[in-house]
């Protein structure tokens, strides 16, 4: 399903109609072409694979809109689908004011996105925004998913170990933690 630039994630209910995800989830970069589509892809897959995807709707944005429209950085996608993340469908977009609304979740990869995010957030904005590494498992230390593009192959690999890392504990998370569904107390809990 194509909606503007972007193609959303929004699972089909019985009947083959849209059903509205309980829950959507933002994952932010920079420029939306290498790290969030990839954490995009990977949390996708792993949210299938625990059975969450009908009830989680991802996508992902760029705080600058340098690349509006374009896929994913060719390396980017190559990675991710050594992996088994198709990616290649995706396309750029910058962080929108409504994203506030529309997203629960806005998972930033660096401290600069972060940052970028809470000081455009709309006064009484509902979103809980955090690093993505907040949720990691095996690299707690680490707080920052590396910006790959002007590196070599070995940093968008080691950009999918973290991705992949981070989104484990995001699942995880989830599976455990009802304040982070909305209607479940999580607004009074939220981070932001």
């Given at each position: ?14 009947g ?45 944005a ?7 429209g ?17 990616i ?92 982070l ?7 009074a809990?939220?981070?932001?």
């Amino acid at each position: 399903m194509l909606t503007g630039l972007k193609r959303r994630f929004f699972p089909a209910a019985a009947g083959g109609s849209p059903a509205a995800p309980e829950l959507r989830i933002l994952m932010i970069c920079m420029g939306n072409i290498c790290r969030s589509p990839s954490a995009e892809g990977v949390l996708r897959a792993k949210l299938r694979k625990a059975g969450l995807d009908g009830r989680v709707a991802v996508d992902s944005a760029g705080t600058h809109g340098y690349h509006t429209g374009e896929p994913p950085d060719a390396r980017a996608i190559r990675h991710a689908a050594q992996r088994g993340y198709d990616i290649a469908g995706l396309r750029a977009r910058p962080v929108a004011p409504d994203d506030y609304a529309r997203f629960h979740w806005l998972l930033a990869m660096d401290e600069d996105n972060l940052a970028w995010l809470r000081k455009r957030a709309p006064e009484g904005h509902g979103a809980r925004m955090e690093l993505l590494l907040d949720s990691a498992l095996r690299n707690s230390h680490a707080r920052v998913v590396p910006d790959p593009y002007y590196g070599t192959a070995d940093g968008f690999e080691h950009v999918l170990d973290l991705l992949e890392d981070a989104c484990d504990g995001v699942v995880r998370r989830l599976q455990h933690d009802p304040s982070l569904w909305p209607g479940a107390g999580a607004r009074a809990g939220r981070q932001t």
